[in-house]
Structures are given as C-alpha cells and as structure tokens.
C-alpha cells in the first residue's frame, strides 16, 4: 500500500503507491467517524468551509471544495469522532502555491480547542512537503494516537502566503464504537423471600411471619 523512501533524517513521511485507490479508499475512510455536524474550523475564510476538506479518498482532487483562512495563514481544526480511533496517518492536500500549509501540529481529545491554547506543546508535528495529489503520508505515532475521540489539527504556516488553503485532509486508522456506561442494571429479588428473613417481616394483615 505504501512504502518508504529516504529523504534524509526527520522527513517523517512516506510516498504513497498510486496502484491501488481502492486499497487507499477502504485504508482513508475515517471521515466516514468524524462527528461533521460539531467540526469547528476557527479562521475560515467562508464559514462551514473546513468541513469539507474530510471527504472520501476518491474525492481527494475534487478542488471545488476546499477551506482557506481568512484573517492570516493559521487554521485551526475541532475534529469529534462518533467513537474513539487509532489514528495511523494523515494526508494533507493544498494549493500548488505559497498558499500550501507547511507545518501541522496534532492535539489529542481537546475539544473546542482555540488559538489561545495553541501554544502548548502539540502530541506531534510534521514539516510539511507540497502535496497536490494525496502522494505523501505523514505517520503518527499509533502509541500516542491509540485511543481517540476527538482530534485537533493546528496548521500555523503555509510557504509564504497571506492565506492557507487546503483541499484535502485525509484520516487514516481503525475505529471502534464508544463505550457508554449507563445505568448497571443488578439483578435483585423483586420481593423479599420469606423464608430468608424470618422473624424479621410481617405479613399482609400484620402478623409476624414465623
């Protein structure tokens, strides 16, 4: 599906085969977890725009829809799951421009993250190389991803640009469902046994039970 190749130390990607879309769509389909209707993309341009850079793989060069920062090049990703995921790669499709994302920094189960809370140290970050075709996957670290609910995704910088744009962001791991504890449901005797507790109960016309 994927292999390797060496670009000297601290590339921390890998380029990916093109021979098997299919392969790469089942291995992509996390955005079919992401809780869409809570995505929150702070610094978009046109709001409600970052949700739609989570799309299927096949739908990756699919340009007309894509998110670009308003105010200055950060973009900023909530990301809910309808479960938790073991998060294995991510795939970061831009402009073939200065418009291209070029660092992204990962946050674990932070929800409603914001820019004032971006300064913290992130659970990883990448350099990113220019991709405008989905070629290059960035690997997480699966022991710092393996349990998942909700993802934040930090892009500060682009390659020089005023504005980030981003066409495509591609999830890639294994999902499971959240487990709710509810109410624990005991099995107890609906009435008391009488025999169990002679001496102690009383009968329906109040004679002691013997």
Aim: proline residues 3%; contains cysteine.
């Amino acid at each position: 599906m994927s292999h390797g190749h060496s670009h000297g130390s601290g590339c921390g990607h890998e380029a990916l085969g093109i021979d098997n879309e299919l392969e790469m769509g089942l291995a992509y389909s996390l955005y079919e977890k992401i809780d869409l209707s809570n995505v929150e993309c702070l610094n978009e341009e046109v709001e409600n725009t970052g949700k739609s850079v989570f799309k299927a793989y096949n739908e990756r060069l699919n340009y007309d829809k894509f998110v670009t920062s308003d105010a200055d090049e950060e973009l900023l990703f909530n990301i809910p799951f309808t479960g938790n995921i073991k998060l294995k790669g991510i795939i970061i499709i831009g402009a073939d421009d200065d418009s291209h994302p070029r660092k992204m920094r990962l946050f674990k189960n932070r929800p409603k993250m914001t820019f004032d809370a971006v300064d913290s140290t992130p659970d990883q970050e990448f350099s990113l190389q220019k991709d405008t075709s989905g070629l290059i996957e960035y690997p997480t670290k699966v022991v710092t991803f393996a349990s998942v609910h909700h993802l934040s995704i930090h892009l500060p910088s682009n390659y020089g640009s005023d504005n980030t744009t981003v066409y495509y962001i591609g999830l890639k791991g294994e999902f499971s469902e959240a487990h709710h504890h509810g109410v624990t449901i005991c099995t107890y005797e609906a009435r008391a046994n009488v025999s169990d507790h002679k001496g102690n109960l009383f009968d329906s016309v109040n004679h002691r039970v013997q």
